[in-house]
């Protein structure tokens, strides 16, 4: 079971990024999945959350209007828009599956000018 993340860079403020979490070795339809983000030195926080078929998203207040979690479940492959970027949303973001609490890696976005 793998869950890899990719789309993390350096991108100004203002800017925009796509994250993409790509699922392996399950079926990533059958289960809920949320994107988290950690600041060094700092709990993790939750970002989004989605579940198994897509229909329903929640955002953490601070991502409003700003981020959308979405899914295409037939390439098992989680995303995250994030636009108007802010230097305060730098962290690593990690995406997790509710299949056995399983956890990507994470890809590090920097939004610095």
């Known amino acids: 079971v793998q869950l890899v993340e990719s789309g993390g860079d350096l991108v100004q403020p203002g800017g925009a990024l796509r994250l993409s979490c790509v699922g392996s070795?399950?079926?990533?339809?059958?289960?809920?999945m949320d994107w988290y983000r950690q600041i060094p030195g700092k709990p993790f926080e939750l970002v989004a959350q989605?579940?198994?078929?897509?229909?329903?998203?929640s955002y953490a207040d601070f991502v409003k209007g700003r981020f959308t979690i979405s899914r295409d479940n037939t390439r098992n492959t989680l995303y995250l828009q994030m636009n108007s970027l802010k230097p305060e949303d730098t962290a690593k973001y990690h995406c997790?599956?509710?299949?056995?609490?399983?956890w990507g890696r994470g890809t590090q976005v920097t939004v610095s000018s």
């Open positions: 997790f599956s509710y299949f056995r609490s399983y």
């Open positions: 989605i579940s198994s078929d897509g229909e329903t998203t």
């Open positions: 070795g399950f079926t990533c339809s059958d289960y809920g």
